[in-house]
């Protein structure tokens, strides 16, 4: 049985979440604070986690970050109140994989985690090691170091980064990034890809305003350049 964890501080939003969660099949873990969520990450192997990002003891980026650099690469999806498009990068650089702006509907959520739940299967012939100019990546784990430099790529970061060196050269339409990674009933859009895209920059990039290996194709989509 696929494992969820709940990080919600709000008791009543985190039972709603559990009984909705538990209804369509799913074990559930419900937890009310970012220290708890780490230490249970770390004990219960959830598949996929929902972190709330104000919560208390430690929020939820802080949260997302210490899951990821202790290795654990399953799919963490953000809730919060906040839509300012800072804040979304704020949590894909922390190693978040989506974002879920409250208030937001039981099938809108339903459908994200089952599109993140969902493997592609990308990256099978890809090797694990990867020099991008001056940045290593492990594939696998998706640890990204550059210099003195760390970073945990998302899981979505990976897909896409995946998808995009499978390609490599060729440019890769935004709609066909959606549509294999997240699917279509994940209620994407094409500023989700962006918003990934500007995160993968950040830590890949050495100056990501003006990137040499993930390349913006106008009107189209992006395109790897090794």
């Known amino acids: 049985m ?12 985190a039972m709603g979440l559990r009984d909705n969660l538990q209804f369509e099949g799913y074990e559930v873990i419900v937890v009310s604070d970012g220290e708890e969520a780490v230490r249970t990450a770390a004990e219960q192997s959830p598949d996929l986690i929902l972190l709330d990002v104000m919560m208390p003891k430690m929020d939820g980026l802080e949260a997302c970050q210490r899951i990821r650099q202790s290795g654990f690469m399953v799919p963490i999806l953000m809730l919060t109140a906040k839509s300012q498009e800072i804040d979304i990068v704020r949590g894909l650089e922390a190693g978040a994989d989506d974002y879920i702006t409250k208030p937001f509907s039981v099938r809108e959520l339903l459908a994200r985690i089952k599109a993140a739940l969902r493997r592609t299967g990308a990256g099978k012939g890809l090797a694990k090691i990867l020099r991008i100019g001056d940045a290593t990546v492990d594939m696998v784990k998706g640890h990204v ?18 998808m995009l060196v499978e390609n490599a050269e060729q440019p890769v339409e935004r709609n066909k990034i959606l549509d294999v990674i997240w699917g279509l009933e ?4 094409t500023r989700t890809v962006d918003n990934h895209i500007v995160s993968l920059r950040r830590k890949i990039e050495p100056d990501p305003k003006n990137p040499r290996h993930i390349v913006t194709v106008h009107s189209i989509g992006y395109r790897f350049v090794p």
């Open 145 to 162: 170091s550059r210099g003195d430099q760390t970073a945990m790529l998302g899981y979505f970061e990976l897909e896409i980064l995946k």
């Open 186 to 189: 994940g209620f994407p859009v």
């Open 2 to 13: 696929t494992r969820i964890l709940i990080a919600e501080d709000e008791a009543d939003m």
